[in-house]
């Protein structure tokens, strides 16, 4: 399934799986019952197809600042370590 995404600025807005979009289309060829009544339904999908798309990007997102922070982390370990050897060779 092919994802569209919509960019404004640099920033991503939408992520439409692009079967959705079609579909969109095509229930807007049909007569005004067909319409009036598919339309909600695929309108109701979009919206739950952008809002899996932001809560997945807010998660890749967390997740890439948890491992950055992490790395930070052990960075800052391993010279408190250094640190703590230096000190302790002074002192001896």
Same mark, same amino acid.
């Given at each position: 399934?092919?994802?569209?995404? !919509? &960019? ?6 939408? &992520?439409?799986? %692009? *079967? ?9 060829? &049909?007569? =005004? ?5 598919? *339309?909600?339904?695929?309108?109701? =999908?979009? *919206?739950? =197809? ?15 600042? %948890?491992? $950055? ?5 052990? %960075?800052? $370990?391993? =010279? !408190?370590?250094? *640190? ?9």
């Amino acid at each position: 399934m092919s994802t569209v995404i !919509t &960019q404004k600025r640099g920033l991503v807005v939408d &992520q439409v799986p %692009f *079967e959705l979009i079609e579909l969109k289309e095509r229930i807007a060829a &049909q007569s =005004a019952d067909i319409r009036a009544e598919l *339309e909600p339904l695929v309108d109701d =999908a979009m *919206e739950h =197809a952008r809002f899996r798309g932001r809560a997945m990007s807010l998660a890749r997102d967390a997740l890439e600042r %948890f491992r $950055l922070d992490l790395v930070l982390l052990e %960075f800052d $370990l391993e =010279a !408190t370590r250094r *640190e703590r050897e230096a000190l302790r060779a002074r002192l001896e």
